[in-house]
């Protein structure tokens, strides 16, 4: 449930009373007028009418610079109110892209994060300490800019999806970069004769099976879930599951120490685990019924949807071929 605040001209007081009745509200009033002719609407409105409510309030109201649409949490109501199960806590399309937009912003937080989870992932690795590897995937924002590619390109928003391919690139390379420097200075310790690791941790690392592509879908879709459900909580355990961060220090600390086939691995994990998790997101984005509000956007996201989603899928396809193939040669 949430409390819905419209702060518009007195004038459409009778619209928006008729907007809360037509989609049977839970509760709805206002306040006086102030000296600038406007007045504060509230609705208090369930997360299954949530949806519907904001998309005929932005039908209304358009581009009014005039008017703000406020959307406030509910931690307790009463009398309690039964809620049907399956829209229990569902995210709209406008809380959903507050979350996830956040999440594709290159600044300074994010450029900072990725450096230092990329050094304690580099040093978890080296050691050949789960602990501290488990911590760097935690403190990575790797995971935000993958999500909000998939959103975009269910919504047709060509913007989000640029700005996350970006903020994407840029951690993913600032990743890479320091891991190659780090490899370089610091070698990743090779066993005698045969090509052992002596860190259990990379060599986890530089191979991937169809566990792993099972492990990144189930995660993608777990992420979605989380967010979608307003249980942002769980991405931590997700974050954990994914672990895009340690293939890309993998990577680039075997590149470095001058281990290209074993890199070529960890390379290989990454990219599974990137396409697993936009792949699954996008199906859940689907299934939960994410689109745009009107039907000029929804023809522009049916087209992205298509282009998008039949390239991922191809990707995920070679990519299980290789995954097949490289098994196959070793076997």
Not at 51 to 71: C, K, Y
Not at 113 to 140: C, K, P, R
Not at 181 to 186: A, E, Q, R, Y
Not at 198 to 223: K, Q
Request: hydrophobic fraction near 55%; charged fraction near 15%; aromatic fraction near 6%.
């Amino acid at each position: 449930m949430r409390l819905i605040e419209i702060v518009a001209d007195a004038g459409h007081t009778d619209t928006l009373s008729g907007i809360a009745d037509q989609h049977a509200v839970t509760d709805c009033w206002w306040g006086a007028p102030a000296d600038d002719g406007r007045r504060a609407f509230r609705m208090l409105v369930n997360d299954k009418t949530r949806q519907p409510v904001m998309d005929a309030l932005q039908s209304l109201f358009g581009g009014s610079e005039n008017t703000r649409i406020v959307v406030l949490p509910i931690d307790t109501v009463l009398p309690r109110e039964e809620e049907d199960s399956q829209y229990a806590a569902a995210a709209t399309r406008e809380e959903l892209m507050s979350q996830i937009e956040k999440g594709a912003r290159v600044d300074s937080n994010f450029l900072l994060l990725t450096f230092l989870s990329t050094v304690v992932a580099a040093i978890g690795l080296i050691e050949d300490n789960v602990a501290v590897v488990v911590g760097a995937m935690v403190i990575a924002p790797l995971l935000g800019p993958i999500i909000a590619l998939a959103f975009g390109s269910s919504l047709g928003d060509g913007d989000l999806v640029w700005k996350s391919l970006k903020a994407g690139l840029a951690g993913l390379g600032l990743a890479f970069a320091l891991s190659f420097v780090i490899g370089v200075t610091w070698p990743v310790d090779i066993g005698r004769g045969e090509m052992l690791l002596a860190s259990t941790e990379i060599l986890a690392r530089t191979d991937v099976g169809l566990d792993g592509i099972a492990l990144a879908l189930a995660s993608g879709a777990a992420a979605v879930l989380s967010l979608s459900t307003g249980l942002s909580s769980t991405l931590v355990g997700v974050m954990v599951a994914v672990a895009l961060l340690p293939p890309t220090a993998t990577m680039g600390m075997l590149l470095g120490a001058g281990h290209p086939q074993l890199a070529a691995g960890a390379m290989l994990l990454l990219a599974v685990n990137v396409v697993c998790v936009i792949v699954a997101a996008k199906l859940v984005f689907m299934a939960k019924g994410v689109k745009p509000r009107t039907w000029h956007e929804r023809r522009k996201a049916r087209q992205s949807t298509l282009i998008y989603g039949s390239t991922w899928v191809i990707l995920l396809l070679i990519l299980l071929l290789i995954v097949l193939a490289r098994h196959r040669v070793v076997y």
